[in-house]
């Protein structure tokens, strides 16, 4: 091929109908399933958000970056459509280039989601790059993650009363934790979305090895990356344990080299084929979606998580609760058996 010769596109798979839960990690679609049936809420958070901040986002955007189009970062505007076309979404959000010497990317507002990318993105990302990014912000304007999110982070606000009760700020504090637990689950969820809508592993994965070392990738490697997410995950004693969960508390993203790990986790689960191949969740049944079925779903994934982890907190968690669903089972029986005697 010559110097500068534009590279074929390479044919994507056509997700017809998809439905955002095929991408949705357990524990954040537990969640989304539920909140989903809270018929009104949305709408009203949404026309309030509509009538205001959402019109001062926009006009910022307008005012200070550079709106996508088809003369104005069009290479972007093509990816885009690229990304939309796979997810089979019709209704594209506005996209904008801030200036930025970061790598971050955006998607903010709920009646109208825009996508906002930052000039070190744009900059430090090949076009197979930029696409799985794309698709990752898509995929968290479909899942509606900005809607629900602020919708609990509104609730949230209406509890501020609970710190004139005693306890009431821990009660705060453990909503503030889970709540950000589930932001967390929510970029996996947008990862797979990405993933989905560029259908290429490679990109995706070097993507996040760019957002963990600030754009280089010539002295990376592979096989060393993936290393480092496994030792992660291994952990070690009770006190490098406990010095992870400390970090997390204030995360509202995971770190990059673990996204790259549990999105290699979710390709080698056969589920990432399983979809392309066809088999996955329609919107036309979205409505019709079980909250208790979701809910075992994401109750699984935890314990899952729980057994495959190697650091002794997450093995003396998952032990624990093994025993005490067996004593549990104990109790029970003699509970039983001493009523069936009496």
Known sequence: MASGEKKPARARVVLTDISSRAWEHPADKGALVALRKLKGFDVLLKTMSGVFRE????LT????????????FSRLHRLLAEVGRSLDVSDLPELYVQADPTLSAVTIGMDRPTIVLSSGLVHHLDDDELRFVIGH???????GHA????LLLRLLGLGGLLYAIPGGAIGIRVITVALLEWSRKA???ADRAGLLASQDPTAALRT????ASGGTLEELDVTSFLSQ????DEGGDVRESLIKLSLLQQQSHPFAVVRATELRRWIDSGAYTAILGGDYPRRADDDTASVSEAAQEAAASYSASFERTQDTLGKLVHDLAGWMGTASTWVNGRFRRGTESA
Not at 55 to 58: G, K, L, Q, T
Not at 208 to 211: A, Q, R, S, T
Not at 229 to 232: K, L, T
């Open 55 to 58: 019109r001062a986002w926009r």
């Open 61 to 72: 955007l307008l005012g200070s970056a550079v709106r996508v189009d088809e003369r104005q």
């Open 137 to 143: 912000e898509l995929g968290h304007a479909v899942s």
């Open 147 to 150: 809607v629900y999110r602020t």
């Open 187 to 189: 970029e996996l969820s």
């Open 208 to 211: 996040h090895m760019k957002l």
């Open 229 to 232: 997410g496994a030792e992660y």
